[in-house]
Structure formats: structure tokens, C-alpha cells
């Protein structure tokens, strides 16, 4: 029995900054930006949008798919908690009307926690073939303003529906996996913005890699040329690169060629929308999937990584037609259909974003009619409303 991604969704915030105003802004050489990092916008999120409400948005584009009685499990993997006992996941749960049933919980480990959701919910479903899984990556990362983060940031999420005989790709068996206690990046309760030692973290990501991507092969007893394509966690599109030119070092030129056009479409939709911590190594997955060169049961490998540190490499295969569980118009039309944001209004939102909204105060949205967003908190319990 096959079991893996059935349906996709995705949503991003209504606003953007340009990375040309930033780097004019901050006095940086455009370029690097928009070449030595590879980012050319970043989504941002004002105070009426967080982790709950962003990933409702990604999964309401395919709930009507789905028959919400086989639903046995909702899985959130986020790094932008709303709350530190109660799951974000139930607010979800909630507002997508899935039954009291369901075992529902929030994951953490950087931005591993939406592949640690996946693995959970492949062997759930291998186990309970009749249920299916919903697994969502939500986060706004923040690095703060005038930092040397600032333009790795982003905000949006991605939520999967795991299932027997999935439309999209099925998830292979095997997995390499590799952690290590190490302080790359974090976030201490205390704070709102991540905390970062940026070079280091950009290393530990790459050795991971090699680590993962070596004992996968060599478990599987495969060759990197047996990959159609190679999806990388992206913070930003170069580290994802670098990666690849790891990859693809000393392959055949046919390889190396197909690697990097399909390396190039997994970075369309990321270059746009910034790092959305848990959720970008699947943002890639389905920018590679709507713009990419793909045919059935080609192999896929997918890297995840999560600062702390957690990297894993696993693979999927294409399913025949798996265009038709696609919306490639709606997830283009997403990205284009944000405002372009002043500098200055950005940097009013990200300060504002910051603060707790006053207890029994309603916060409205400029969201599209149709789009679920924070409304504030009613005697400190959060209230969600759709638009
Ligand atoms: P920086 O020090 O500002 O940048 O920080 P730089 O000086 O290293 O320059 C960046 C690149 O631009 C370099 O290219 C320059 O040469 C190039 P590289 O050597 O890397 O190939 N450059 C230019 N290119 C063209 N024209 C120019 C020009 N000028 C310079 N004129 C850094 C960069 C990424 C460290 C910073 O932005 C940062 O700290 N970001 C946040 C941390 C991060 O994203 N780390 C990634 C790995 S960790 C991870 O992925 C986990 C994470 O998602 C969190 C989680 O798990 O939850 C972050």
C-alpha cells in the first residue's frame, strides 16, 4: 500500500516588502540580497495573522476534498506558538470543523516540525490505512529589524493531507536522519525575534546535509543520479544552492543539468514569500511540482532541517496525474495578489507585530472576504473570525 501527500495547500500573507527598498534602505548593494542571498520579496505578517490562522488559510484551499470523518489525525509543527500549553492545532481543528475524534497536537523543533508531523502521520496511516492525516508547517520567521537576518524573513504555511493511495507523491520507505545539541539559532520564550549565529548556522546546515543525503544513498543502495530532483529546506534560495552545487558535484552533465533546472523551479514560490520556517522545505516540494519537469514515479529527495539541531533526508515518487490535485493558478495568484509595502510601513507593522494587542481589544484585517485572521483576545483566550 502506497501512502503519502494527497493534497497540498498553501497561503501567505496579504503583504510584501521588495528586497531592492530594503537593500536601499539598509545600504546594502542591492545585489547581495537579490543575488548573494537569491531573495527578491519576503511576505510579511501584520498583527491580525499568526501561526492559527495562516495554517487554517493553507488547508481551507483543500478541505472541501476531503472527507473530514476520515480525518483520525491534525498535526501542527510550528515555531511561532501562540500559546505554551494549549496546541495551535485545535484552534484549527475548530474552525475547519474536523470531528472530536481526531488525535490533534503541535510539534516543535525548529523548522523540522512539519517533516517530524509527516513521518508521524505516514506510519499513522500505514497503521490505520482508513484515516488520513492533515499535517501543517505555519511560522513567521523574525529576525528583527536592521539585523543581519532581516532579509531571511517570511511568513505563510503549508498543510498536506497524508492518505492511502495519495493523488501527489508517495512517501518511499527509509529515512536518514542526524542531530546534534548545538546552538546555531533559537528563540528564548523571552523574546519575539530569533536569536542567531548566522554563519555557523548556514555550516551545520550543509554538513547535515552531506551526512543525511550520504547515509540515505548508501542505506537505499542508490546514486544521486537516481534523483529527478533534490527539495532543500530554504531560509533563503542560496543556501538551498550551495547545497545543490554539493549535490550535484562530479555528476554527469545529464544529472547535473536535471538537478539544477528542477533545483531552480522548487525556489520560485520561496524567492517571493522569504523563510516560513516549518513549512519551506514544502513550499518547495509544491513550487517544483507546479513549475518543475516531472513525470510519474520519478524520485524526489527531500532535506529537512531545523536549527538546534535535526536534519533528515527521505524521498517520495510522482504519481501519475498528479497535476489534477493541483492548483497552480490559486497558489500563483497568492503570492501575486500581495501589497508592496513602504520600508516604513513595514518597519510599523513588524514593531507593532511585536506587541500584545490589550486584552478584550478586536483587532480587524484588510484580508480578502473568505480568509480566516486573529481577532484578539476575549478575557485572554484568542478568538479567530472569518473575513
Ligand atoms: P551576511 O553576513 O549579511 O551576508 O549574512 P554575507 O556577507 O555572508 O553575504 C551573503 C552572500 O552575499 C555571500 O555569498 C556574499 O559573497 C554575497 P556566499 O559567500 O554565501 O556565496 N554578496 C554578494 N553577491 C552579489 N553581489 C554583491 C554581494 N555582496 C555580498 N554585491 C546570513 C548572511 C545568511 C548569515 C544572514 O542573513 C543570517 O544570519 N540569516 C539567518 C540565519 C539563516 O537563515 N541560516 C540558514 C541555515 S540555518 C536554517 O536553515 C534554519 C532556520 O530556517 C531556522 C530553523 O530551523 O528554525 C534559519
Known sequence: ????????????????????????????????YLIGIGQSKMSVADQSQDAVSMGINATLSYINKVDLEQVGLLIMGTESGVDQSKSASLFVKSALKLPPEVRTFEIKEACFGMTAGIMVARDYVRLHPEHSAIVIGSDIARYGLKTGGEVTQGAGSVSVLIKANPRILALTSGHSAYSADINDFWRPNNSAVALVDG???????????????????????????????I?????????????????????DAK???????????????????????????????LSLLENGTLSAADTIGLFSYGSGAMGEFYAGKVMANYEQALNKVADEKMIARRQQLTIADYEQIFKQALQLPADNIELSSDEAPGYWYFAGTKNHVRQYQRK
Open 1 to 32: 500500500m502506497q501512502v503519502g501527500i494527497d493534497q497540498i495547500g498553501f497561503y501567505t500573507p496579504n503583504k510584501y516588502v521588495d528586497m531592492l527598498d530594503l537593500a536601499h534602505a539598509r545600504g546594502v548593494e542591492p545585489n547581495k
Open 199 to 229: 554563519k555557523y548556522s548556514t555550516e551545520v546546515y550543509l554538513d547535515f546535509f552531506q551526512r543525511t543525503f550520504q547515509a540515505y544513498k548508501s542505506k537505499q543502495k542508490m546514486t544521486t543520479a537516481d534523483f529527478t530532483a
Open 231 to 251: 527539495l532543500y529546506h530554504l531560509p533563503f534560495v542560496k543556501m538551498g544552492l550551495k547545497a545543490n552545487r554539493l549535490a550535484v558535484a562530479e555528476q
Open 255 to 285: 544529472t547535473k543539468k536535471r538537478l539544477e533546472e528542477n533545483f531552480t523551479a522548487s525556489t520560485l514560490y520561496s524567492k517571493q514569500v522569504g523563510n516560513i520556517y516549518t513549512a519551506s522545505l514544502y513550499l518547495g516540494l
